[in-house]
């Protein structure tokens, strides 16, 4: 059966062959996006590219707790066979998960979950990258960096996005680094701007705010974004370095770019992420032991000093 994409409630907009076991049945698998950012698409992309010979139903619902509400209503209406979902809060995504549940649907978790309790009720795995070690790749080539260039103290500006317990993790890593290191960090602004709208203006109010800031970093790729374009737009392009997190083809371009503003982000595998979810699905149907219930995606290091690396990315996701 062809997959089929259905954006629900909102239009959307966050490789190699995949060995999952045969299924019974073709499936219908349930995605719901928390917003349509390049990983979001990749593991969508990841998701069909696994579910091929099954139907594959999208749902993003942009963060708004009541269109997760109905993304979930709908799946379940539809009698779908599991639904991979990244919650968007902990607490109170759980009402939504837990009527999935009880009809009968498998849940797997990814990027995001709920509490310790809810999850060992309600879901059945939880599909994510190695979030400390987003900020602890990126803190290692950041910390290089500012002793070469800067010393051991520096004034940082950051853009977070800790309403998500998955940013707190990238934050706290990075900055467990830093501190191993023995770089003092003067932190003169500290702002949640994870969307590329939002975190643009945000960056730029922090530069205009803090003219004399060494160098910024962000814990997801919209605050990346943002942060590196308010340094173009300030005309100081190559003068402060950007530390990030994910990676984008956007992203990758802007590592290439000269002179270099980005000099690293750490990314998460979206393609990856998705199919390991499928083959998860795909066990549970055919009621295979899935082992863990943490189902661990690796991530990958990106620098402006290695082109070739970040050329190969963009050639296989541009």
């Known amino acids: 059966m062809k997959a089929t994409i259905i954006s629900a409630f909102i239009a959307a907009a966050i490789g190699g062959a995949f060995g999952a076991p045969a299924s019974a049945k073709d499936l219908t698998i349930g995605v719901m996006l928390l917003n349509g950012d390049t990983y979001f698409s990749n593991v969508v992309k990841g998701v069909q590219d696994a579910n091929s010979d099954g139907n594959t139903i999208i749902v993003n619902y942009n963060g708004d707790a009541a269109k997760e509400s109905r993304g979930f209503d709908d799946l379940i209406t539809r009698q779908v066979d599991a639904i991979i979902t990244s919650p968007l809060n902990p607490d109170s ?8 549940a009880q009809a009968g649907i498998d849940v797997i978790c990814y990027n995001t979950c709920l509490n310790e309790d809810a999850q060992k009720q309600y879901v059945k795995a939880f599909v994510l990258s190695d979030q400390a070690g987003l900020g602890r790749a990126t803190g290692e080539y950041a910390a290089r960096y500012i002793k070469e260039n800067i010393g051991d103290s520096i004034t940082m500006g950051i853009l977070t996005c800790d309403s998500f317990e998955i940013c707190r993790q990238r934050r706290d890593a ?3 680094v830093l501190d191993d290191e023995g770089i003092s960090v003067d932190l003169v602004a500290d702002q949640e701007a994870y969307v590329v709208d939002k975190a643009v203006p945000v960056a730029e109010n922090i530069l205009t705010a803090n003219p004399d800031v060494d160098a910024l970093w962000a814990a997801n790729d919209g605050g990346t974004v943002g942060l590196v374009k308010a340094v173009q ?3 100081r392009a190559g003068e402060i370095p950007v530390f990030g997190t994910d990676m984008t083809p956007q992203l990758g371009q802007m590592l290439l770019a000269e002179p270099h503003t980005l000099l690293t982000t750490t990314g998460q595998d979206g393609l990856a992420t998705g199919r390991t979810a499928v083959e998860v699905v795909k066990k ?4 295979e032991d899935i082992g863990s219930f943490d189902q661990i995606v690796p991530v990958s290091n990106f620098t402006a000093d290695d082109p070739k690396a970040v ?3 963009l050639k296989d996701n541009g």
């Open 174 to 176: 990075f900055f467990k």
């Open 311 to 313: 050329e190969s990315y």
């Open 233 to 235: 737009n300030a005309g």
């Open 93 to 100: 995504s759980v009402s939504a998960i837990r009527r999935a």
């Open 284 to 287: 549970l149907d055919a009621g």
